[in-house]
């Protein structure tokens, strides 16, 4: 494949993840949209009617034998990833798949050998670890910007009602506040620190029996990490990475980072980048103040932020490779399999409204 050749997408799934991922299309290099595939012909030619030159398919083995695409994002229902995955790599298609891959391990294990029998560029949508904000948050910790780095706090939570027919607590959906949210921040703790020595954790059961909310902590030698996160909440959303030399702040949103700030001490942290219950004119008027010894990284962006993550994997497609090097199959087996230690366990509650 040619250096310079722009990859033409296709879309599996019309809902909100697909409509994000389609907007950020026109902010991608290198990258084009140009099919979208639905069970529902409605759907699909709502869809394509608010993008330019999209062509409809009614399935996706249609949309893939059109030879109109280089490449397909699967952003249907989780519990639908793996047949669909494994029918891209017997094709030979490149696919990227909306997180999680699955939510179950097994079914992970399963699409990383059948990529690797083939060859095929196989890669999960974990579009926080290619934001501008995240990567130069990385190098500048691999820098020492605050020192030799000795904690690392994240905390992700939005309050969802409960509803046991919903994507959030269902399990034949992948339900879970873990499979939602924690392999957000699990994916970014191995991103900044590598591999965990030790996992442990805790959950509390929703009524339908998938975590409601859930708290890990895991250690990287000298270094200890501290995630939470829940349906049951409002979270402060913020990333927090503690130094001997500084403490490094990301969000909030940590996951939709527009950059990092860096403080000499954790009150000043707080203070001056609080989370998201401190409500946003508060964090706003604090961020402008200029404080000595205070530095703040801007990395705004426009659209959603899934323009880079695009970009990546079309890059790689474009080189033949099978796997986006920030972000392997192995990255996201490790994670799950993360998230599968602490589920492991009995539930330590169960929720109550």
Known sequence: MTQTKTIRWGIAGTGAIAGQFADDMRHAKGAALAAVCSRDPARAEHFASQHADVTTYGSLTAMIGSGKIDAVYIATPNMVHRAQALECIAARMPVMVEKPITASLDEALEIRAAARSSGSFVMEAMWSRYLPAIKAARRALADGII????????????????????????????????????????????????????????????????????????????????????????????????????VMVIGPLFIKAFGYGVYPSRRLADLLQPGETAGRIRRNLLQRMPIPGVARHDFRFEGSGLQFEIEAASDAIRQDLSEEPDNTLDDTIAALRIINTVLSSPPSGDWKP
């Open 147 to 246: 020192g030799t780095i000795l904690k690392l706090e994240a905390d992700i939570a939005w309050k969802q009602d409960y509803d046991p027919r919903s994507r959030f607590f269902d399990p034949t959906q992948g339900g879970g506040s873990l499979h939602d949210l924690g392999v957000y921040p699990v994916s970014l703790a191995r991103f900044f620190l590598g591999e965990p020595d030790e996992v442990e954790g805790s959950w509390t059961a929703a009524p339908s029996g998938v975590d409601m909310a859930a708290s890990l902590r895991m250690r990287f030698g000298g270094i200890e990490a501290e995630l939470g996160c829940g349906f049951d909440r409002n979270g402060s959303n913020r990333m927090i990475i503690e130094g001997d030399k500084g």
